[in-house]
């Protein structure tokens, strides 16, 4: 029996997992199931040291294989940013909106040729022992300069995929999950749970 602890509060990144993991694993836990779990912070210079910091957290303290994730949106045009601080590039609690509004005003003089970005995802695997296996994943788009959809979670309504003609926010889920970052990434941790990782 496969069960991993996904360490994230966020419900939309713990449904889009649960979707994704579907039939590989026999359970998922999430961090409500053990409320009293040490906080992680977040320090790392690196999607994968953040990823790896928060699963070996979980694995070492509930003794259950852990699975996290760090992702973040990099604008070129931005240096880079949001970067590893896109959950909270307007500050410690910051909403969705918060960041969305924030990357607007910085993004507001931008012309649409420099309106380059990706997504990218981190997906740490630690077991109780130390041992971490990570898992990555991009995707390519396009910022808006309004958002647009009412679906997703994060950056996804400026986020615009040209081959799809939408957003992430107005893709259906299942869509939006073979082509995202994070489907990508938990896409290559499903094929290692599988035992079919290509070599």
């Known amino acids: 029996m496969i069960e991993l602890l996904v360490a994230t509060a966020n419900k939309g990144k713990m449904k889009e997992i649960g979707q ?45 294989p852990s699975v996290a994730d760090d992702s973040g949106l990099v604008v070129e045009a931005l240096g880079g940013h949001p970067g590893i601080r896109s959950a909270r590039y307007s500050g ?17 003089d931008l012309p649409a040729a420099q309106r380059a970005a990706y997504f990218y995802c981190a997906v ?50 299942g869509v939006k999950n073979d082509i995202s970052h994070r489907g990508k990434a938990l896409e290559e941790l499903r094929k290692y749970l599988s035992g079919q990782e290509c070599a």
Do not use: W
């Open 124 to 173: 740490a695997l630690c077991f109780p022992d130390g041992t971490c296996r990570t898992f990555c994943g991009t995707l390519q788009g396009v910022m808006l300069d309004a958002p647009r959809g009412a679906g997703g979670f994060g950056y996804d309504p400026l986020f615009f995929v040209p081959e799809h003609g939408k957003t992430l926010a107005e893709l259906d889920s």
């Open 20 to 64: 994704i993991l579907a039939g590989y694993v026999d359970r998922l836990y999430c961090l409500a199931d053990f409320p009293d779990l040490p906080e992680v912070v977040e320090d790392g210079l690196t999607f994968e040291e953040n990823a790896c910091k928060k699963a070996l957290s979980a694995a070492r303290a509930t003794g259950i």
């Open 92 to 108: 410690i609690g910051a909403s969705d909106a918060d960041n969305n509004r924030k990357l607007l005003r910085e993004m507001a």
